[in-house]
């Protein structure tokens, strides 16, 4: 089955900073990588997501990065806001499966 | 917009009872997974539904079953419950398997 690993597990940066989360999967087949977004007690939120097919995809201060050849996918966030403060998850699809990155705390400090 | 709606938000159970949890997918989509999140851990794939048939299954006990309805709402059993199965259960759904997947609010199940 697919493996997903994701670093760092904590990550504190200053506000108006950029934030970078990796993550590698194992599964070629895997075609669709969500990150998702999670605050404490509260439902993952869907904030950017990428097919096999795409190389990069850009959404306001959010990108992400897909390198199939290596299996890995970066989530960047730049101009960091202490609203951006949660738990980040990576997500990978292999056939009818997600599984999920251990998960990363983005602390941004004011 | 509408999103996943699921009941009940909070549960407390006794060990060995069991649980009945739904879901209510978003208008529209025929998808429904069910995942398991524990304290400080990422979500575990249960199970999934496509067209009221289970598409795959994931880390799910054998005391779980699932099912998705005719008006493809899904409820999640689960029965002889142990002190381990205290988590958040969420529902998600999309439309048809390749859809972008939205999760429900879940439901925080307590076993004491």
């Known amino acids: 089955g697919e493996n997903v690993e994701q670093h760092p597990s904590t990550l504190s940066v200053q506000e108006g900073d950029s934030a970078v989360i990796k993550c590698t999967y194992s599964d070629s087949a895997s075609n669709y990588f969500p990150w998702y977004k999670q605050e404490l007690g509260k439902r993952p939120q869907l904030i950017i997501d990428i097919r096999s097919n795409v190389g990069e995809k850009k959404d306001q201060r959010i990108a992400v990065t897909l390198n199939k050849t290596a299996k890995h996918f970066s989530l960047h966030i730049t101009e960091t806001q202490p609203e951006d403060s949660a738990v980040y998850f990576c997500?990978?699809?292999?056939?009818?499966?997600?599984?999920f990155g251990s998960g990363t705390k983005l602390n941004v400090k004011p | 917009a509408a999103g996943v709606i699921q009941s009940p938000r909070h549960l407390i159970k006794e060990k060995r009872e069991t649980a009945t949890l739904k879901c209510y997918p978003i208008?529209?989509?025929?998808?429904v997974y069910w995942y398991q999140q524990g304290p400080g851990q990422d979500p575990q794939f249960l199970i999934s539904f496509y067209e009221k048939m289970q598409s795959d299954k994931g880390s799910i006990p054998d005391r779980f079953s699932a099912q998705q309805f005719s008006d493809y709402h899904s409820e999640l059993n689960m029965s002889s419950l142990e002190l381990g199965d205290s988590a958040l259960y969420f529902c998600?759904?999309?439309?048809?398997?390749?859809?972008?997947?939205?999760f429900g609010p879940g439901t925080r199940l307590l076993v004491l």
């Open positions: 997500a990978a699809r292999s056939f009818n499966k997600f599984y």
């Open positions: 998600a759904s999309s439309l048809e398997v390749k859809g972008t997947q939205y």
């Open positions: 208008p529209r989509h025929d998808t």
